[in-house]
């Protein structure tokens, strides 16, 4: 384990240190997501029964934050190992690509889950939370934060430069997420981009995140967690096959 521990530490480090770019900043961005949104919309838009738009813009605005940074540690760690060349020293020591995929993964998720509760605890100031089902809010939390981690690690082992990498998150992450819910319900939306909306697993991590709060939501929390779950294990899976093959590591 003290290969997985080393590297572990590296990237938790490697974010730590610059923690004013890789937590304070994302941490007063969602803040002024919620100052302007919640300003405008609070006395126009009512999403679930009793309760405030701004509380419900708190959840989503968590878990939004908590998915952006943990995919932005991981891929951001790879591609610089890559374009710098220091990579190799990730590679040489007797390291299992389970000892990497963990490492890499786990540190993204306590980035993600260091942000999210760095925005809660800021945005919670502005309206009244409820916990109706904490157990709920952990689990997505989680599950999240690791499959941002996990699309984190694909795409930095894909890119070879930053563009690419920066392809991979302007067309695909941020996209998926501001698409998910976190400043709406979908049931708002046409039928037709409801539907859409159905093939977005980030609205399901979003909506049962949501849901630990308030014990509302759009889909059945147990019906997310089972599709948040599988697809989880799909992207590690798949994670874990380019690791073990090289594939754009080894060269």
Do not use: C
């Not at 003290?2 to 572990?8: D, E, S, V, Y």
Request: proline letters at 4%; glycine letters at 8%.
């Amino acid at each position: 384990m003290t290969g997985f521990q080393t590297l572990f530490y590296k990237e938790v480090l490697r974010f730590w240190k610059v923690a004013t770019q890789t937590i304070t900043a994302p941490i007063l961005t969602a803040m002024l997501y919620l100052l302007i949104f919640g300003h405008v919309l609070e006395d126009h838009v009512q999403v679930y029964p009793n309760v405030r738009y701004t509380a419900f813009l708190v959840p989503g605005l968590v878990m939004m934050s908590v998915l952006q940074n943990s995919f932005a540690n991981s891929s951001s760690s790879l591609i610089q190992s890559k374009i710098t060349g220091n990579l190799v020293f990730v590679l040489l020591p007797p390291l299992s690509h389970w000892d990497l995929f963990a490492a890499y993964v786990l540190a993204a998720v306590v980035r993600g889950l260091a942000v999210g509760l760095g925005v809660f605890l800021v945005t919670a100031w502005f309206t009244e939370l409820s916990f109706f089902a904490p157990w709920w809010i952990a689990i997505f939390a989680l599950l999240g934060a690791g499959i941002l981690g996990t699309m984190g690690l694909i795409a930095g082992i894909w890119a070879e430069k930053f563009d690419q990498l920066a392809a991979f998150q302007n067309f695909l992450i941020m996209p998926a997420t501001f698409l998910s819910g976190v400043f709406y319900s979908i049931h708002s939306l046409p039928p037709f981009w409801q539907t859409v909306s159905h093939f977005n697993p980030f609205f399901y991590m979003i909506d049962g995140f949501r849901y630990g709060f308030f014990g509302q939501s759009d889909i059945n929390p147990l019906t997310s967690f089972l599709i948040v779950g599988v697809f989880f294990i799909m992207l590690a899976g798949f994670a874990i096959r380019m690791l073990s093959n090289g594939y754009k590591l080894r060269h």
